[in-house]
Each structure stands twice: as structure tokens, then as C-alpha cells.
């Protein structure tokens, strides 16, 4: 076997997602010398894939934007949330750090955000929840100054595309749904499928960088300005252990092996285990039978960083009221044979969507936070069938979609003619095309019905937050949640529970150090991202809870890496 050649840093970073990439960024803004090692041949993993959002109370864009909020108000909102699971040390260094750390981003890198002002907690009327303000999101970035590092940066999967555009967060969103109802909005998405389409041409891609894909485009060009060596294609093989503390790594870059010691630690961030089939089967109840799960993170994290530091001695979290962060989610059949997962974000909380069982009987507020809904879904099946669907009528889904299938003018016949769409002249003939119990969901559509006339649910209270109200439609009557689903042909998608990616991880103090199995830090080895075990214990309290805390760590991991005092 070739000897490994050898090479050494102060920190090494495990990962290229938010948590990974705030650690190495911040460490090398603090003067420490940097590897980023990345499995895959793109940067980002799942980061570079998703909305981009980060929820952090008090965030400096909110106070100067005078939104009314305290930590107080939020240790409030989160004590409620998480209950006899609240980890006092770390949600404080978390609340205390995160607007820290936005400022130091936005004050020392290429990191802009905008602020969700309107976009609520998942909770918001809950004791200290509120409604808008917490969330921001990085700002679109003009991906040609990363020069030829724009092609490595991970490029979103189609089905979170429009025309092979990424729709980003926030303003360009709502431009892209107001496209067929106002001039201006039109214009824009004219505009930006022009760019588009001249970036492919001059590119290979999209230098538009949206959402997730702008965090990791703006992380990898302050990284590279301050000199972070970044390998693509290197995969962590096992931790090195030298006199009681984790002094580097064993790696395969390519075909080569490598050494890598680091001086000052070794910190982990390689996107948890969503895709670790073994570990999913133990601890997600959608995989104890014959059922599949669907996972939105990207398919390098298959729980590398967890079996690493659990070899070294580290204590896994296991135990969280979900192990994962749940999404409804559609399977999308491909041509080829092949299969994608679309995220049902957008359309089931707008006006004239349920979603029902089996039975025809609905189970859940469909306007409820993605994560909620999932949980529902989880609740109401009988094992091993976890599945649902999402029925809408002709009105519906010309003007809002339904998962894969696009608004109007946009075709409905590729969905129909895969099978991934069900149609149906009549309730009774819908049903029979999708496995739904005719009587049940004529039934459940007559009760329907009726209240959402007026812009009621009597039986699950949609439209009553102002997280409903959010992802429902304002300029619908009789409201922006609810519509009657009257107008034939009827449609029907089937729904899963799926996963943005996981919840339980590693265990780790206040400083992102892993504990072992007594409690005690292991020197040199910290977490971020999804390999930290979440501080929210497998609960989900507003938007961006999971990269909020994944940079507010790596920033904490990198302020204590670069601190003089014993790391140990």
C-alpha cells in the first residue's frame, strides 16, 4: 500500500456545508492556518441545496430594522419549545453568540443577509414567538467573482429548479409565484431566465447564486481570500489519536492517502446520517419496515463524522423526540428510470389543498410547518404504509402547481403521463386512480368544503397563526388560506414523510467540544452543523434552525481553537 504523504495544518475542518465552512473561515480570519476537506467533488452539501435561511433572535439586521424582540422573549419561546430538553449551556452560548456572529460574517467576509420581516417562527403564537424578524437569509451573489471556483460549488438538483434556475428566498420567490398576476414580477423572471440562460452559455451553469447556493458561494470566496486550502473529492477515514487528544486525520484524496495533523483540533461538520442506511433503520420509524425514507441532504453524508468520533470515544445523541428534521415530500420518476424528491413547501398550505390518509380522512393542518406536518404524517399512518396524498382541484393547480407540476401556462401531461400526477373527472374516479377511499374523501372534501367558503377549518384551524397566513396567498378570497375544492378535473400527488437532514449527532458542550460517554471533552475534536447534536432536541421552532446554530458553532469552535488559553 502507498505511505501516506503527510501534511499539516493548525485546524482541520471536516466538511464544506455552513457549519464547516463558518469554522474554517473563522478560524483563518483569527490567523490559524486551515484544510477543508470535502467527500464530494462540489462544496456546500446540503447548505449549498437549501432556502439559506438562519434563525437567530436579536440579529443585528432585526434591530436596525426595529423589529420589537429580546433574548429574553426568546429563551421564553424556546423554553416553551423544547421543555425538560432544554440544554441550558449551549441555547445560552447560542443566543448570546448568534448576533456576534453575523456581525463578525457580515463585518469581516463577503457574508450580506437580508432580513425575513415577515417570515414568522414555526410557532408564533407560543409564549415568545414571533411573528417575523428572527430569520435571514445570505443575499444573492454573483457567483463570476469566485472566478473558475464557481463550478465548485454544489449546483441544486432539478427538481428545486425552475427552467435549471434556482428560485431563491424572499423577494425572488415571491416575484416567481406573482409572475402570471403582475406586470413587474414578469418582467423580473423575464429578466432573470435571460441571465440564465446566458450564463449556461458563457458558464456551464446558473452564476446566480440563491439561497443556500449564496451562503456557500460567499463562505467559499471569503475562504479562499484568506488563504483556506479546500480539497474536494477527500474522504476522512479515521481520526488520529496522539497522547489523549485528536491531533488530525487519516484521509483518501482521490487515490492518494494522506495524513493531515492538525496542531490546535479537528473539527467535524460532515452533515450527520441521513444517508447512513443502518443508523436510519434504528432510528427512524419510517425505516423500521418495508417503507423507504426520502431525504432532501446530499448523499455524501452517510454519518462519517459520527462513526469517526464514536471510534475516538465520543457519546452520540440518540434519545431526541425525532431524530430527524421531517419534510412531506413527493417522488418525482424520471425517464431513465432514476427518481427525484421534491420538497412540498410551497403549495399545500395555499388555498383549495388538503392532505388526506388513505382513508380519504384528513389528519392535520396542511398550512403548518413542514417539519409539523411530517410529524403528523408519522402520527396518523399505520406501519409500514407512512404515505398520504395531497389533493387539490383544476383551479389550484393552475394557479399554484402541485409539487413537480408547474402553474399555468406550464404543461400538467409529463406528470400525468409518468404517473407521478393522479387525475380525475370526477372525487370517485380520482380516488380510484390514486389507492383513495372514494367515500372517505368525498365525505372529507363536502366537510371541507363548506367552512372554507368563508375561509374556515372548524376541525384543524388553518389560517389562525400567522405562520398560516404566511404560506398561504394574500391576494386570495375569501382568505390566503383556504378555497373550496370544487372545480373538476381533480388531482392528487402521493406524499412521504422525508428529511431535510438530522437531529441527533454527537454530543457537545457549550465550546462545540464532543463529549465522551462521562461527559468530558474530548481535547482537540469539535462539531458543527448536523454532526453537533441539535440543540433544539429533535424540535423545530422556526426557519433556519438549522443553519443558525450550524454557523453560530463553527464560529464558537473557531473562536476557541484560536483562543491562547489550554483548549483541552
Same mark, same amino acid.
Given at each position: 500500500?502507498t505511505?501516506p504523504?503527510?501534511?499539516?495544518c493548525?485546524?482541520?475542518?471536516?466538511?464544506s456545508?455552513a457549519?464547516g465552512m463558518s469554522?474554517?473561515?473563522?478560524?483563518?480570519k483569527?490567523?490559524?492556518?486551515?484544510v477543508l476537506i470535502?467527500?464530494?467533488?462540489?462544496?456546500?452539501?446540503t447548505?449549498a441545496?437549501?432556502?439559506g435561511?438562519?434563525?437567530?433572535?436579536c440579529?443585528?439586521?432585526a434591530?436596525r430594522?426595529?423589529v420589537?424582540?429580546?433574548i429574553?422573549q426568546?429563551r421564553t419561546y424556546?423554553?416553551?419549545?423544547?421543555g425538560?430538553r432544554?440544554?441550558?449551556?449551549?441555547?445560552?452560548?447560542y443566543?448570546?453568540?448568534?448576533?456576534?456572529?453575523?456581525?463578525?460574517?457580515?463585518r469581516?467576509?463577503?457574508?450580506?443577509?437580508?432580513?425575513?420581516?415577515?417570515y414568522p417562527?414555526?410557532?408564533?403564537?407560543?409564549?415568545?414567538?414571533?411573528?417575523g424578524g428572527?430569520?435571514?437569509?445570505?443575499?444573492?451573489y454573483?457567483?463570476r467573482?469566485?472566478?473558475?471556483?464557481l463550478g465548485?460549488?454544489?449546483?441544486p438538483?432539478?427538481e428545486?429548479?425552475?427552467?435549471?434556475?434556482?428560485?431563491?428566498?424572499?423577494?425572488?420567490f415571491?416575484?416567481?409565484a406573482?409572475?402570471q398576476?403582475?406586470?413587474?414580477s414578469?418582467l423580473y423572471?423575464?429578466k432573470?431566465?435571460?441571465?440564465?440562460?446566458?450564463h449556461?452559455?458563457?458558464?456551464?451553469?446558473?452564476?446566480?447564486l440563491?439561497s443556500?447556493g449564496?451562503l456557500?458561494g460567499?463562505?467559499?470566496?471569503?475562504a479562499?481570500?484568506?488563504?483556506?486550502r479546500?480539497?474536494?473529492?477527500t474522504?476522512?477515514?479515521?481520526l488520529?489519536v496522539?497522547?489523549?487528544r485528536v491531533?488530525?486525520?487519516l484521509?483518501?484524496?482521490?487515490e492518494?492517502?494522506?495524513?493531515i495533523?492538525a496542531?490546535?483540533?479537528?473539527?467535524?461538520?460532515?452533515?450527520?446520517f441521513?444517508h447512513?442506511?443502518l443508523?436510519?433503520q434504528r432510528?427512524f420509524r419510517?425505516?423500521g419496515?418495508?417503507g423507504?425514507?426520502?431525504s432532501?441532504?446530499?448523499?455524501?453524508n452517510?454519518?462519517?463524522g459520527?462513526a469517526?468520533a464514536?471510534?475516538a470515544?465520543?457519546?452520540v445523541?440518540?434519545?431526541?423526540?425525532?431524530?430527524?428534521?421531517w419534510m412531506p415530500?413527493?417522488?418525482?420518476p424520471?425517464?431513465?428510470?432514476?427518481?427525484?424528491?421534491y420538497p412540498?413547501t410551497?403549495?399545500r398550505?395555499? =388555498?383549495?389543498?388538503?392532505?388526506v /390518509?388513505?382513508a380519504?380522512?384528513r389528519f392535520? !393542518?396542511?398550512g %403548518?410547518? &413542514?417539519?409539523?406536518v411530517?410529524e403528523?404524517?408519522?402520527r396518523?399512518a399505520t406501519?409500514?404504509?407512512?404515505s398520504?396524498?395531497?389533493?387539490?382541484d383544476?383551479?389550484?393547480?393552475r394557479r399554484y402547481?402541485l409539487?413537480?407540476a408547474?402553474?399555468?401556462?406550464?404543461?400538467?401531461a409529463?406528470?400525468?403521463?409518468s404517473?407521478?400526477l393522479?387525475?380525475?373527472r370526477t372525487l370517485?374516479?380520482?380516488?380510484r386512480?390514486?389507492g383513495?377511499d372514494?367515500r372517505?374523501?368525498s365525505?372529507?372534501?363536502a366537510?371541507?368544503?363548506g =367552512?372554507?367558503?368563508?375561509?374556515? /377549518?372548524p376541525?384543524f384551524g388553518?389560517g389562525? !397563526?400567522?405562520? %398560516?397566513v &404566511?404560506?398561504g396567498d394574500s391576494a386570495?378570497?375569501?382568505?390566503?388560506?383556504?378555497?373550496?375544492i370544487?372545480?373538476?378535473?381533480?388531482?392528487a400527488?402521493?406524499?412521504?414523510?422525508?428529511d431535510l437532514?438530522?437531529?441527533?449527532?454527537?454530543?457537545?458542550?457549550?465550546?462545540?467540544?464532543?463529549?465522551?460517554?462521562?461527559?468530558?471533552?474530548i481535547?482537540?475534536?469539535?462539531?458543527a452543523g448536523t454532526?453537533?447534536a441539535?440543540i433544539?432536541?429533535?424540535c423545530?421552532?422556526?426557519p433556519?434552525?438549522?443553519?443558525?446554530p450550524?454557523?453560530?458553532?463553527g464560529?464558537i469552535?473557531?473562536r476557541h481553537?484560536?483562543?491562547?488559553?489550554d483548549r483541552?
Amino acid at each position: 500500500m502507498t505511505s501516506p504523504r503527510a501534511t499539516a495544518c493548525d485546524v482541520l475542518v471536516v466538511g464544506s456545508g455552513a457549519g464547516g465552512m463558518s469554522a474554517a473561515v473563522a478560524a483563518a480570519k483569527l490567523g490559524l492556518d486551515v484544510v477543508l476537506i470535502e467527500k464530494e467533488p462540489y462544496l456546500g452539501g446540503t447548505t449549498a441545496v437549501s432556502g439559506g435561511w438562519l434563525w437567530i433572535p436579536c440579529n443585528p439586521l432585526a434591530l436596525r430594522a426595529g423589529v420589537a424582540d429580546t433574548i429574553d422573549q426568546a429563551r421564553t419561546y424556546l423554553r416553551h419549545e423544547l421543555g425538560d430538553r432544554y440544554d441550558e449551556p449551549r441555547v445560552e452560548a447560542y443566543l448570546a453568540t448568534g448576533p456576534r456572529m453575523v456581525e463578525f460574517f457580515e463585518r469581516e467576509t463577503a457574508l450580506r443577509f437580508f432580513l425575513g420581516r415577515d417570515y414568522p417562527d414555526y410557532h408564533p403564537d407560543a409564549p415568545g414567538g414571533l411573528a417575523g424578524g428572527r430569520a435571514i437569509c445570505a443575499s444573492p451573489y454573483d457567483g463570476r467573482e469566485l472566478h473558475e471556483a464557481l463550478g465548485q460549488i454544489k449546483p441544486p438538483p432539478r427538481e428545486l429548479t425552475l427552467f435549471g434556475i434556482k428560485v431563491g428566498s424572499g423577494p425572488d420567490f415571491r416575484h416567481f409565484a406573482n409572475a402570471q398576476r403582475s406586470l413587474g414580477s414578469a418582467l423580473y423572471v423575464g429578466k432573470r431566465v435571460a441571465t440564465h440562460a446566458l450564463h449556461r452559455i458563457a458558464y456551464g451553469r446558473d452564476a446566480t447564486l440563491m439561497s443556500g447556493g449564496a451562503l456557500i458561494g460567499r463562505l467559499v470566496k471569503s475562504a479562499l481570500d484568506l488563504g483556506v486550502r479546500l480539497w474536494r473529492s477527500t474522504k476522512t477515514t479515521e481520526l488520529i489519536v496522539a497522547d489523549g487528544r485528536v491531533a488530525g486525520a487519516l484521509a483518501m484524496r482521490g487515490e492518494l492517502p494522506i495524513r493531515i495533523a492538525a496542531r490546535r483540533g479537528v473539527v467535524l461538520a460532515a452533515g450527520g446520517f441521513p444517508h447512513d442506511s443502518l443508523r436510519r433503520q434504528r432510528l427512524f420509524r419510517q425505516s423500521g419496515g418495508s417503507g423507504e425514507c426520502y431525504s432532501l441532504a446530499s448523499g455524501g453524508n452517510t454519518g462519517d463524522g459520527l462513526a469517526m468520533a464514536e471510534r475516538a470515544g465520543a457519546a452520540v445523541e440518540e434519545n431526541y423526540a425525532n431524530a430527524a428534521a421531517w419534510m412531506p415530500v413527493s417522488r418525482v420518476p424520471y425517464r431513465d428510470g432514476s427518481f427525484g424528491v421534491y420538497p412540498h413547501t410551497f403549495d399545500r398550505g395555499k =388555498p383549495g389543498f388538503i392532505i388526506v /390518509d388513505a382513508a380519504g380522512k384528513r389528519f392535520v !393542518n396542511e398550512g %403548518n410547518a &413542514y417539519h409539523d406536518v411530517g410529524e403528523a404524517m408519522l402520527r396518523a399512518a399505520t406501519p409500514p404504509d407512512f404515505s398520504a396524498f395531497l389533493v387539490c382541484d383544476h383551479a389550484a393547480i393552475r394557479r399554484y402547481g402541485l409539487g413537480m407540476a408547474k402553474p399555468f401556462p406550464l404543461p400538467l401531461a409529463p406528470y400525468l403521463r409518468s404517473g407521478y400526477l393522479k387525475r380525475g373527472r370526477t372525487l370517485a374516479a380520482l380516488a380510484r386512480e390514486a389507492g383513495i377511499d372514494a367515500r372517505g374523501l368525498s365525505e372529507t372534501i363536502a366537510r371541507f368544503n363548506g =367552512p372554507a367558503k368563508e375561509g374556515r /377549518d372548524p376541525d384543524f384551524g388553518r389560517g389562525a !397563526n400567522a405562520y %398560516n397566513v &404566511y404560506q398561504g396567498d394574500s391576494a386570495a378570497t375569501p382568505g390566503p388560506c383556504l378555497a373550496p375544492i370544487a372545480r373538476p378535473p381533480f388531482y392528487a400527488v402521493k406524499i412521504y414523510p422525508g428529511d431535510l437532514g438530522t437531529f441527533d449527532g454527537l454530543r457537545t458542550d457549550a465550546n462545540a467540544r464532543v463529549l465522551d460517554a462521562g461527559g468530558a471533552p474530548i481535547p482537540g475534536l469539535y462539531a458543527a452543523g448536523t454532526d453537533m447534536a441539535s440543540i433544539f432536541a429533535g424540535c423545530y421552532p422556526g426557519p433556519g434552525i438549522n443553519l443558525g446554530p450550524a454557523m453560530t458553532f463553527g464560529y464558537i469552535a473557531a473562536r476557541h481553537l484560536a483562543a491562547p488559553a489550554d483548549r483541552a
